[in-house]
């Protein structure tokens, strides 16, 4: 058995109360080694990894990474909130009692770990020194080198991050186990696999997987599921799968803060990384500060709402990113940033990578090119031509510092004031370019009944939208109708509100398909206007469910779009919005304990409509 007294002593790992966790869980698993990680590790854990083969070169300080090919994804289903308290019983939450759930994944971690090394990871989900850092902090216990870097990438690591805690026993424990990947019969009635967030005890248990969102332990389990019934628990903070921007207006000398939720596939990580148009360039700079999550709370001395990205890296989707897309994430994975792709197709002569939508078409000459499984693209049949090169849910991993538009204050502990908090889902029509939500509760109310498009053509429901609250449905840690009380609570008390928005770049023509707006850069300005509304300079035109722009107020400089397109993205189809109403009901009937300030605002909103 390892001596971890000596390995913990040769680290400067002092805190006492995480000496005992270490010792525990290397007990339990049958680590045959343990190793205390910090960022000044990472380049020999990558030479480590290279020659053992687990990471490939893919360029100069590029990186690429293969999974077990049932290992590509998060798995809701086999995601659980576990606590001791059946209050704490979401309709999205799996909740199971974690006197049940503990038990259970010690049993499949004791022993698991045998003649591996377990990695010990300091980590902080915040800027150190940041308001909410004391519910940041936590130790990750993993045995796969790989997501050792993927953590030194996405968060702040180091044994400073634990030492001196006021309360040594106030981290949350992580400990992730990766099993047998072969043999856990993934998706079958007999899986394994367990990925649970003890969330009353601060304890998170993810057993059966080393792929990122299961086994980067700060990044969801702790970043959205336990951030989010903590800052319910303390009643301090919210834990939001949110993006958040800044924009400079380089004229006034003024800063503004955006803040939003979008659901997949809804421009979250673009919008995020936008670049102001060329046309508004010498006007106005967008930071970067996340793309993903922000912790958003009131400060005690000035009574603003503030928010910060408590990551300290992208895990992006790779697919569809390329340079009209998002030409700022492709520079953050340039050669030299130590970037790591994950499952995109690989060819191991040249060290490229390519996925999807990376160019028009996949390079011609496939010599060399492996898939993302490692098959030889060359060996296809004719019956796979047209099979994906890489996974749809490609990633890759990198530091916030490579982001070339990254805001200079996005490490400060002090976070930054939120201005707006926008929502917006995919939907080709009913839901405008934007509109504005001034009252608090229905703000709330829009968040809560976010959704983007889905298909049930054969149930005879084409157009209904999956609902998806704050885009936080995978993420919910406790009730959803105590989760709307808590946001009221926080946002509320905050002396100046925020302004709310909704926004879709998506609409379509509904004859030839065509999108109504340019979309990408050019999303900013429905987001320039909200600002001016925020601030009185526009007063737009009110409708049943917010505030739109009028054309004259929109800064169209340099924009390509008919009239009619124009008129249509800038009005509201009150049939479609009616039948909206019905499908809402249905949807916030669903949660217990809705504070009845949300279902006032659906009220109102459905009276506008009929009047």
């Not at 902080?124 to 990750?140: C, I, R």
């Not at 157009?463 to 449905?473: E, F, H, I, Q, T």
Request: aromatic share 10%.
């Amino acid at each position: 058995m390892v001596d971890v007294e000596a390995v913990l002593d040769e680290a400067g790992l002092s805190n006492p109360k995480v000496r005992e966790y270490v010792r525990y869980w290397a007990e339990l698993t049958g680590a045959e080694r343990v190793e205390v990680v910090g960022a000044a590790d990472d380049d020999r854990l990558i030479a480590e990894a290279l020659e053992a083969g687990e990471l490939l070169p893919a360029g100069d300080g590029r990186y690429y990474s293969r999974s077990y090919h049932k290992d590509t994804a998060r798995s809701e289903e086999r995601t659980v909130v576990a606590t001791s308290d059946e209050k704490d019983k979401g309709v999205y939450n799996n909740w199971r009692p974690s006197s049940e759930m503990k038990p259970l994944l010690e049993g499949r971690m004791r022993g698991a770990s045998a003649g591996k090394t377990m990695y010990v990871v300091p980590y902080l989900m915040a800027p150190a020194g940041n308001a909410l850092a004391p519910w940041g902090t936590g130790v990750e216990l993993t045995d796969t080198r790989t997501v050792v870097l993927h953590m030194i990438r996405m968060a702040r690591v180091g044994v400073e991050y634990v030492n001196d805690l006021e309360d040594p026993d106030s981290f949350v424990k992580a400990v992730h186990v990766t099993g047998d990947l072969e043999n856990l019969g993934q998706g079958t009635p007999d899986d394994q696999r367990w990925f649970v967030t003890v969330a009353d005890e601060r304890t998170i248990l993810h057993y059966g997987s080393s792929y990122g969102g299961n086994a980067l332990l700060g990044k969801i389990a702790h970043g959205l599921r336990q951030g989010a019934y903590d800052g319910w628990a303390s009643k301090k903070f919210l834990a939001e799968q949110y993006m958040l921007i800044g924009i400079h207006d380089k004229e006034t000398g003024k800063d503004y803060h955006i803040c939003g939720g979008f659901p997949s596939a809804s421009g979250k990580t673009n919008l995020a990384m936008m670049l102001a148009p060329d046309v508004l360039g010498d006007r106005y700079h967008v930071s970067f500060y996340g793309d993903d999550i922000a912790w958003l709370w009131v400060d005690e001395k000035s009574g603003k709402l503030y928010g910060m990205n408590p990551e300290y890296g992208v895990f992006g989707v790779a697919k569809d990113t390329n340079e009209v897309t998002n030409p700022t994430a492709l520079e953050s994975l340039a050669e030299g940033t130590k970037v790591i792709f994950t499952n995109v197709a690989y060819n191991p002569t040249t060290q490229e990578v390519w996925w999807e939508g990376r160019t028009d078409a996949p390079p011609a000459d496939v010599t060399g090119w492996e898939d993302w499984k490692g098959d030889a693209i060359a060996d296809r049949s004719p019956e796979q031509a047209n099979d994906p090169w890489a996974h749809p849910n490609s990633r890759f991993t990198t530091t916030l510092g490579n982001v070339p538009n990254i805001a200079k204050d996005y490490d400060e502990p002090a976070g930054v004031p939120i201005d707006a908090i926008i929502f917006g889902g995919r939907t080709r029509d009913r839901e405008p370019l934007i509109r504005a939500i001034t009252d608090l509760a229905e703000g709330v109310y829009d968040g809560l009944t976010l959704g983007a498009e889905a298909t049930f053509a054969a149930e005879g429901k084409e157009g209904v939208l999956r609902y998806d609250p704050m885009s936080n449905r995978p993420f919910m840690a406790y009730g959803e109708g105590d989760y709307a009380q808590h946001y009221l609570n926080v946002v509320g008390a905050a002396k100046e509100q925020p302004i709310f928005a909704h926004v879709n770049w998506f609409q379509r023509d509904p004859e030839d398909g065509h999108f109504l707006w340019p979309g990408y850069r050019d999303n900013l300005r429905p987001l320039l206007w909200l600002i001016q509304l925020k601030n009185g300079e526009v007063k737009g035109h009110q409708t049943p469910v917010g505030i739109i722009p009028t054309k004259e107020e929109l800064n169209l400089d340099g924009v390509e779009i008919s009239e009619a397109d124009l008129a249509k993205i800038l009005s509201i189809d009150t049939a479609r919005w009616q039948q909206e109403m019905g499908y809402r009901t249905e949807h916030l009937e669903q949660f217990p304990n809705m504070p009845e300030a949300i279902w006032e605002a659906h009220r109102r909103v459905e009276k506008a409509l009929e009047d």
